[in-house]
T-cell receptor, first 117, second 112 residues
Framework: EPEVTQTPSHQVTQMGQEVILRCVPI?????FYWYRQILGQKVEFLVS????????KSEIFDDQFSVERPDGSNFTLKIRSTKLEDSAMYFC???????????????FGPGTRLLVL | DAKTTQPPSMDCAEGRAANLPCNHS???????VYWYRQIHSQGPQYIIH???NNETNEMASLIITEDRKSSTLILPHATLRDTAVYYC?????????????FGTGTLLAVQP
């Protein structure tokens, strides 16, 4: 069964450093998302991406964040200068379409646990 | 904020049916009800979704009331591995995409 994969599973970094989180969405999916979950808190939407551009972003997704689809398979989230409060689980998701059909279901990856020291 | 209301926790005996309720009284006519679950800190796992008809798949059944203001997720024979946080989500639309707004969900504890 196709699944979303994410690397690395864990990342430890120093405050102020740049990190890149990687995701490989399901192969025929066209819509990609990043969510995050701070320990003990809700899963929060960060950004959605379609056709090589951002479709929607939340207030959390400020200038320190960027997303990219550098090739036909990877989807990345970059945090330019990490802060302590960026420590969280980051989940990538993908969906086949985003319209109001059954194919809009989002499938999530296992997550990357980011710890900023 | 999430547009759904769920009990914070529920218990269920192993082998019995788990019935998880969700209130979504402000749902619009063309919004879907989705159910996901999250086992420990793993990625949310899709379970089932519906618009107005009842739905069933290999994991669960979804019963939506006729007025669509509430729904119930049914796990017919709960196992210990079904212990998780279950999220009921009404989809919202922004531009061309469909962000999911997660609430705090229901922590289902399946007891041996």
């Amino acid at each position: 069964e196709p699944e979303v994969t994410q690397t690395p599973s864990h990342q430890v970094t120093q405050m102020g450093q740049e990190v890149i989180l990687r995701c490989v969405p399901i192969s025929n999916h066209l819509y990609f998302y990043w969510y995050r979950q701070i320990l003990g808190q809700k899963v929060e939407f960060l950004v959605s991406f379609y056709n090589n551009e951002i479709s929607e972003k939340s207030e959390i997704f400020d200038d320190q964040f960027s997303v990219e689809r550098p090739d036909g398979s990877n989807f990345t989230l970059k945090i330019r200068s990490t802060k302590l409060e960026d420590s969280a689980m980051y989940f990538c998701a993908s969906s086949e379409v985003a319209r109001r059909t059954s194919r809009e279901t989002q499938y999530f990856g296992p997550g990357t646990r980011l710890l900023v020291l | 904020d999430a547009k759904t209301t769920q009990p914070p926790s529920m218990d269920c005996a192993e082998g019995r049916a788990a019935n998880l309720p969700c209130n979504h009284s402000t749902i619009s006519g063309n919004e879907y009800v989705y159910w996901y679950r999250q086992i420990h800190s793993q990625g949310p796992q899709y379970i089932i979704h519906g618009l107005k008809n009842n739905e069933t798949n290999e994991m669960a059944s979804l019963i939506i009331t006729e007025d669509r203001k509430s729904s119930t997720l049914i796990l017919p024979h709960a196992t210990l591995r079904d212990t998780a946080v279950y999220y009921c989500i009404v989809t919202v639309y922004g531009g061309a995409t469909n962000k999911l707004i997660f609430g705090t969900g229901t922590l289902l504890a399946v007891q041996p």
